[in-house]
């Protein structure tokens, strides 16, 4: 069995050996997750104003950092991989941003940063890639302001984890011949570390950290959070994509789960 720290490091190798891949499939604004899903949706919720002091934690290249940098945000972003801040730092010059290197299991070195200093704090698409979030969501209360609100979008623990196989099934329909694509799930309520090729033609696989929605969302009410604000964003009709059985032809499911948290008085 590996130690927290030996299983943390590991996590840092994964995303330091796709840093590059990762930084040239998202590029500047992100892949179509991000532009149609995550991103929007985040921006909806956390509805940053001009001059607030914000925070990304789990930055990856900085998608998300620089989108609320040109919202009139000023900016302290963090991650595990110092491979992927350095990509994010090439790509942000010019922005009101701050990179920093911190593994957000680590709630000390998360809470440095500022303890009730931050308007808004976002963690995109991040939160299953961590072996523990109890720490992250400890400091993030700490970090916030009073009246500050927490961000965060995952991949939809109840469709989108990595027991859910994509089906396909030719069949008549009132006279017609049909492609519908189904989901096939399992072991939705199993809590634990599995393997995950990442995106296709990813370099190598990493670790997630499957927590069932009542788990998930549980963690955050036991720090001092209330959950105020949810969506559950499904492309839209008409997105293409190079492969049939892709999430973009799920338009009637949700691959991302995104909620609004803030602290409790
Ligand atoms: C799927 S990527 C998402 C990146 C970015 N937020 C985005 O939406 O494009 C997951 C990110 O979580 C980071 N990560 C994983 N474990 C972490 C940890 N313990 N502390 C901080 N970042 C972590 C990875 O390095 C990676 O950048």
Same mark, same amino acid.
């Given at each position: 069995?590996?130690?927290? #720290?030996?299983?943390?490091?590991?996590?840092?190798?994964? +995303?330091?050996?796709?840093?590059?891949?990762?930084?040239?499939?998202?590029?500047?604004?992100?892949?179509?997750?991000? /532009? #149609?899903?995550?991103?929007?949706?985040?921006? /909806?919720?956390?509805?940053?104003?001009?001059?607030?002091?914000?925070?990304?934690?789990?930055?990856?290249?900085?998608?998300?950092? $620089? /989108?609320?940098?040109?919202?009139?945000?000023? &900016?302290?972003?963090?991650?595990?991989?110092?491979?992927?801040?350095?990509?994010?730092?090439?790509?942000? %010059?010019? $922005?009101?941003?701050?990179?920093? &290197?911190?593994?957000?299991? =680590?709630?000390?070195?998360?809470?440095?940063?500022?303890?009730? $200093?931050?308007?808004?704090? &976002?963690?995109?698409?991040?939160?299953?890639?961590?072996?523990?979030?109890?720490?992250?969501?400890?400091?993030?209360?700490?970090?916030?302001?009073?009246?500050?609100?927490?961000?965060?979008?995952?991949?939809?623990?109840?469709?989108?984890?990595?027991?859910?196989?994509?089906?396909?099934?030719?069949?008549?329909?009132?006279?017609?011949?049909?492609?519908?694509?189904?989901?096939?799930?399992?072991? #939705?309520?199993?809590?634990?570390?599995?393997?995950?090729?990442?995106?296709?033609?990813?370099?190598?696989?990493? #670790?997630?950290?499957?927590?069932?929605?009542?788990?998930?969302?549980?963690?955050?009410?036991?720090?001092?959070?209330?959950?105020?604000?949810? %969506? %559950?964003?499904?492309?839209?009709?008409?997105?293409?994509?190079?492969?049939?059985?892709? +999430?973009? =032809?799920?338009?009637?499911?949700?691959?991302?789960?995104?909620?609004?948290?803030?602290?409790?008085?």
């Amino acid at each position: 069995m590996m130690d927290d #720290y030996a299983l943390n490091d590991e996590v840092r190798q994964q +995303w330091n050996l796709k840093a590059e891949f990762w930084d040239a499939l998202h590029g500047d604004e992100g892949n179509a997750f991000h /532009r #149609y899903l995550v991103s929007p949706a985040a921006e /909806r919720l956390l509805g940053i104003q001009p001059g607030e002091l914000a925070l990304d934690v789990g930055c990856g290249n900085g998608t998300f950092a $620089r /989108r609320m940098a040109d919202l009139g945000a000023q &900016v302290v972003a963090t991650d595990i991989s110092d491979k992927l801040i350095e990509r994010a730092k090439a790509r942000s %010059e010019g $922005r009101d941003i701050t990179y920093q &290197v911190v593994d957000a299991t =680590n709630e000390q070195a998360l809470a440095a940063l500022g303890e009730g $200093r931050f308007d808004a704090a &976002v963690c995109n698409m991040a939160m299953m890639d961590m072996s523990s979030i109890q720490p992250m969501l400890r400091a993030v209360r700490r970090l916030l302001k009073a009246r500050g609100r927490f961000v965060f979008t995952v991949m939809h623990p109840c469709f989108n984890s990595t027991v859910a196989t994509f089906v396909m099934e030719s069949a008549e329909r009132e006279g017609r011949l049909v492609d519908q694509v189904f989901l096939k799930l399992s072991d #939705y309520l199993q809590v634990g570390t599995r393997i995950s090729a990442g995106a296709p033609n990813e370099p190598n696989p990493h #670790y997630v950290f499957h927590r069932p929605l009542h788990m998930l969302l549980s963690q955050c009410f036991q720090v001092g959070f209330v959950l105020d604000g949810v %969506e %559950e964003p499904a492309f839209p009709l008409g997105v293409e994509s190079k492969h049939l059985l892709s +999430w973009t =032809n799920m338009t009637q499911f949700p691959p991302v789960f995104a909620a609004r948290l803030r602290p409790t008085r």
